[in-house]
């Protein structure tokens, strides 16, 4: 029983100095680097006032407010709409519409961007509607709004999906019965009980737009953000103490969209009761009609997008010569090294996938269902949700800072493919954890008390039961690993090696030469192998569902 | 499988590797070469090189001049590089009044002309080649919009290309540096600032390498892009419709050069590779992408660039470009950085 106590105490004890070490110290190190200058001497706030007093800088963070703002602005009422013509009415093919809507997750941030410049670029195919919209050019402002709603689409789509799924039928019917016009109805009805998931989404894709460097470096033009600003400060000019203080900048809209979100979501109340009749939707022709038409309207949206960066991506000579040629994949993989860049994005995903989603699950298994040692589950609780509210430019300064310290032992990391995984674990850490969680409380906890009754240790029934019945999760958690380690550039950007470059960062410096063609390419094959390997795991876990969850089946009959 | 089972043959294929990996590592010197030569470039220069010497095996870490510069200074108290190959003799030359440079005379020194080397002996950093300023003119964008084909830098300057022009950014871009220093030695301090004045109202975007102006131009987003000579002969050898422009005042240049870091532990493999870059086979690699060599009458005719090329390149004292080089740039950034309305 010893062995299980220690076990008990040590895998939490483990979790949370992991934790401890991969985020929460390189974040210190970001507040005493702040106040420091390039000798390491404190200097105060010394290094705020001087932020303050470049107007550059100042413009940036504006600027970042009003991206932000206005990519919000953007997608929320958008994605509302869609997931209500999902949930709320009777158009066909609805896993189809959601199944495209989810596409942009696939692709890195800055396929968005470079398709938007072939659409609407000076060059652009469909140039000719910008006037329409009141715009002279796609760089700027314009084109990051454009491509920043197309990437963060997704993420307010499944927020509002969920949050739309379930409905109380009697409230319409009161409504109905008391003769409610159908826009009272909406917006005393519908829209309440929607509200949490508006806030969520809206706080999302906020801190989504904060934190984006691929999207304006792109397409940005001369609209400064402090994305792009902390990339100078740190790589441009090698001055850690100002990039510092300019990641701390970025942490606070972060930091604030995440506590508002928290507080609104405490302050909300189950919205079925054991009385609630659930509301399925009737059909409505008209209204049915008009949510088809802008369902199928938002799919070949996004469709578009994704397919005119593929389009480019095999164009001899954009805009001159536009018969097919491999020549930009040709010049990728012989001349600009995109062969070992994408390998090691292969290597650094399928690490991530597989480490990522054994440690948060095994980790999730440890806080929520072992006894002892109760005092480090707040602790690791919060470090856990800590990476939602961190944009990954500021983690990505933060583990410069931190393990390239020369007093710090962990230093052999630097440079190392090791570097990277666990910066992206890190960084996709709490909407792992949260699934992971989700699915443990799922499991009746008669299981663990049994278990204990017989004697078997935990971590008996953790292999023998737990995980084979949650598989289906630990798989979706390593997918979402390994989809987003493909696209992510914002903390590795910061930490790779000429050894670990990696695919997507290879569509940056592709598209700074002047590659755009190669870039769009780039592009085009992380989306492809995103595709396969969502696939393959698709099928797999449908395949798992078959054969040994049965068991799923009789309570989804119910 | 029973986890120790796991362990243990994840041991030894560790092991395996290891072993398979060990010898071969051993034999070849691992050479750390800090670089700001066109990615394109980088491949056919190390085969070159590793013809010569196949037992020297170069990791290169490559960025854009701004960035090598900022880098290469940051890690001044522990330096990472061995040697730094193809970055602009004006930031050699602060590398080297910095102290950090290795003095070492290549073999064949004495065939570089003594302009395209520093004036120390033995040198501390030593030219390659040259590479200047090139207008890319997109001539059916130009056409469309009924814009003339400028002569000189002070045609950009004039209403007919107001938001036609992308050029490299100074901090992050050697050749965007180039340019603005020519224009302050071309015209003196107070004319070439307002010379930029002037062109500032005219530029779409700044761009942060000297490659892409030119790229932009070639794909006709913009009508103009004040790029260089290789960059400019690659987009039109794929088929872009520019012309190549050389501004009648006098073009900006530099030198690709390369010299050895102070520090470095592989002093004999860093000699090796600084004895090749001079040499006849890595002279005409380099005439392959550049009107001048280092190496008088090794230059070839490039095709596009006028035989006359070098007679036009601006008198570039480096000391002088070195010393004021962050005084420029904030200037700079106090004029044009701060304006950062999308245009």
């Known amino acids: 029983m010893l062995g299980e106590w220690i076990a008990a105490r040590g895998g939490l004890l483990l979790l949370g100095s992991a934790l401890f070490v991969f985020l929460t110290l390189p974040l210190a190190m970001l507040f005493v680097r702040s106040f420091e200058d390039r000798g390491g001497a404190f200097v105060g706030l010394a290094n705020f006032a001087r932020y303050v007093q470049t107007p550059a800088l100042a413009q ?15 997608v929320v009422p958008m994605a509302f709409l869609f997931a209500y013509a999902i949930q709320r009415t009777c158009i066909p093919a609805k896993g189809a519409w959601r199944s495209i809507a989810l596409l942009p997750i696939l692709a890195p941030s800055l396929l968005a961007a470079i398709s938007f410049i072939y659409l609407f670029g000076n060059q652009g195919v469909l140039k000719a509607l910008l006037p329409v919209f009141g715009l002279e050019a796609i760089y700027g402002l314009p084109g990051m709004v454009l491509a920043m709603a197309f990437a963060t689409f997704p993420h307010a789509v499944m927020i509002l999906l969920a949050s739309l799924s379930l409905a109380d039928a009697r409230l319409y019917e009161a409504a ?19 509200k949490y998931g508006l806030v969520s989404a809206a706080m999302v894709a906020f801190t989504m737009a904060v934190s984006e460097f691929g999207v304006p ?13 902390v990339y100078k400060q740190v790589i441009g000019q090698q001055n850690f103490q100002m990039g510092a203080v300019v990641g701390l900048v970025l942490l606070a809209p972060a930091v604030v969209a995440f506590v508002i979100d928290a507080l609104v979501q405490r302050r909300q109340k189950a919205l079925l009761t054991a009385r609630s009749v659930p509301y399925a939707p009737k059909r409505a022709v008209l209204r049915d009609a008009l949510f088809l038409a802008y369902v199928v309207a ?21 805009p001159y010569n536009l018969s097919f040629t491999l ?12 062969e070992h860049a994408y390998r090691n994005s292969l290597v650094m995903a399928g690490l991530c996938a597989v480490i990522g989603a054994a440690i948060t699950f095994a980790g999730a298994y440890w806080v929520e269902k072992t006894r002892g040692a109760d005092w480090l589950r707040p602790a690791i609780r919060l470090q856990a949700m800590l990476p939602m509210a961190v944009p990954g430019m500021v983690l990505g300064i933060g583990y410069i800072l931190f393990f390239n310290e020369p007093s710090n032992p962990l230093t052999v990391l630097y440079g190392t493919m090791a570097i990277l995984v666990a910066s992206t674990i890190v960084h996709f850490y709490s909407s792992s954890h949260l699934t992971a969680v989700t699915a443990l409380k799922q499991l009746d906890g008669e299981f663990e008390s049994v278990s204990a009754s017989l004697k078997v240790p935990f971590y008996k029934t953790f292999t023998r039961v737990t995980v084979p019945v949650c598989l289906p999760t630990v798989i979706d958690i390593a997918r979402y690993y390994f989809v987003n380690a493909m696209t992510t550039i914002s903390a590795v950007v910061f930490l790779y090696s000429p050894k670990t470059t990696l695919a997507a960062i290879s569509i940056l410096h592709m598209d700074e030469a002047g590659a755009i063609g190669a870039a769009a390419a780039m592009a085009t094959l992380i989306v492809a192998t995103s595709a396969v390997v969502t696939v393959v795991s698709l099928g797999v876990e449908h395949l798992i569902l078959k054969r040994t969850q049965a068991w799923r089946r009789t309570s989804v009959a119910n | ?8 043959w994840l041991a030894s294929v560790a092991a395996l590797a290891l072993a398979a990996a060990g010898p071969a590592a051993a034999q070849k010197t691992q050479l750390t070469v800090y670089t700001a030569l066109e990615t394109d470039q980088l491949k056919a220069y190390q085969e070159g090189f590793n013809k010569a010497h196949p037992d020297i095996e170069i990791t290169w870490v490559r960025d854009s001049t701004g960035i090598i510069t900022a880098k290469i200074l940051a890690e001044k108290a522990a330096p990472k590089a061995d040697v730094i190959m193809g970055v602009a003799a004006t930031s050699m030359a602060i590398f080297a009044t910095e102290g950090m440079l290795m003095p070492y005379a290549p073999a064949g020194l004495a065939r570089v002309a003594a302009q395209y080397r520093d004036a120390a002996n033995p040198p501390a950093w030593v030219g390659m080649d040259v590479w200047g300023a090139t207008i890319c003119f997109n001539t059916v964008e130009a056409a469309k919009r009924n814009i003339p084909k400028p002569e000189t830098w002070r045609d950009l300057t004039k209403p007919a290309y107001k938001g036609q022009i992308v050029m490299p950014h100074p901090a992050s871009s050697g050749t965007g540096f180039f340019d603005v220093s020519a224009w302050l030695q071309l015209w003196g301090e107070a004319d070439g600032w307002k010379f930029m004045d002037g062109l500032h109202e005219n530029i779409a975007q700044y761009m942060h390498s000297g490659s892409r102006p030119c790229a932009a131009a070639a794909a006709g ?14 987009e039109k050898a794929r088929g872009a419709p520019i012309d190549l422009v050389f501004p009648k005042e006098g073009l900006g240049w530099d030198l690709e050069a390369i010299g050895i870091v102070k520090t470095t532990t592989k002093a004999d493999a860093a000699k090796k590779l600084l004895d090749w ?14 009107a001048i060599v280092a190496v008088p009458g090794l230059s070839e005719k490039l095709p596009n660039v006028p035989a006359d090329y070098g007679s036009r390149l601006v008198k570039n004292d480096f000391a002088w470009a070195a010393k004021n080089r962050d005084r420029i740039l904030a200037e700079w950034s106090k004029r044009y950085e701060s304006k950062a309305a999308p245009k």
């Not at chain 1, 470096?217 to 600003?229: E, F, S």
């Not at chain 1, 020549?327 to 995109?338: I, K, L, P, Q, S």
């Open chain 2, 1 to 8: 499988m029973k986890p120790a089972h796991g362990i243990a």
């Open chain 2, 277 to 290: 870059s001079i040499s006849d086979a890595a002279m005409a690699l380099y005439a392959k992408n550049f």
């Open chain 1, 327 to 338: 020549d930009h994949y040709r010049y990728g993989f012989e001349e600009a090294g995109v």
């Open chain 1, 60 to 74: 940036s963070t504006w600027n970042t407010l009003t991206f932000a703002t206005l990519t919000t602005a953007v």
């Open chain 1, 298 to 318: 938002i799919s070949a949206y996004m469709l578009g997008v994704i397919l005119m960066a593929a389009y480019g991506s095999f164009v001899k000579f954009w």
């Open chain 1, 176 to 194: 109905d019965a008391m003769g409610a016009s159908a826009l009272r109805r909406f917006m005393t009805v519908t829209l309440p009980s929607a």
């Open chain 1, 217 to 229: 470096k792109v397409i940005g033009g001369n609209y400064p953000v402090l994305a792009i600003d």
């Open chain 2, 221 to 234: 987003e913009y009508a103009l892009g004040i790029s260089f000579e290789y960059r400019a002969n690659r």
